[in-house]
């Protein structure tokens, strides 16, 4: 019977004792992303290349023979602003890969006294991660109303989300590029206003 007793007694401290212990840290699992090209990089070679097609694919040019309207005809041309505006959507999650650096070791994207150097860039991104993650997802929501526009095949609709996207990709760039910018003279020295491309200059490296 004392021996049963005992046993028990024993069992129950070695449940006490193994709750009380600390738990054993799960180490952090490495991410499988491995990032190369920077952020200027990927505006340069995958957000600009698609998003000015889709910007300059409804305008209206007016000359001295009249008016013109320009904007997709056909098919295969709504094909092809579809292509971009899925890339779009997706270039937004390869902008929050951590570990992605602002520029090339060496590139200096500052080509206009408003803006940041890529360390101060990359410096403020990194103290205000959500806030850039917020932006880029602002890209993709973006990104994703030009693609329902493109399915409708809605012109005018299309010409309407460009401006939310050129909005998301400005309010990005003016934290965290050139927050100092005393708008509007830098701004649309920079390039930056509605129906331009976002990226005429900061993307350039010099």
Known sequence: MKRKISASILATLLVGVAACSPKAEVPKSE???????????????????NVDPIWNAVSTISTKEGTEEKQPQSDDEWKVLRNHAITLIEVSNLLVIEG????????NTSTHAVELSPQEVQKTIDGNRGDFIKHAH??????KLMLAAIDAKNPEELARVGGIVDHACEQCHSQFWYPNDKRPTASLDLGLQSGNSLYLKIRSAS
């Open 31 to 49: 991410s499988p992303f491995k990032p190369s090209a920077s952020l200027q990089e990927l505006m340069v070679s995958v957000i600009d290349p």
């Open 100 to 107: 992605r650096p602002v520029a090339a070791t060496g590139v």
């Open 138 to 143: 602002a890209l993709q929501e973006g990104a």
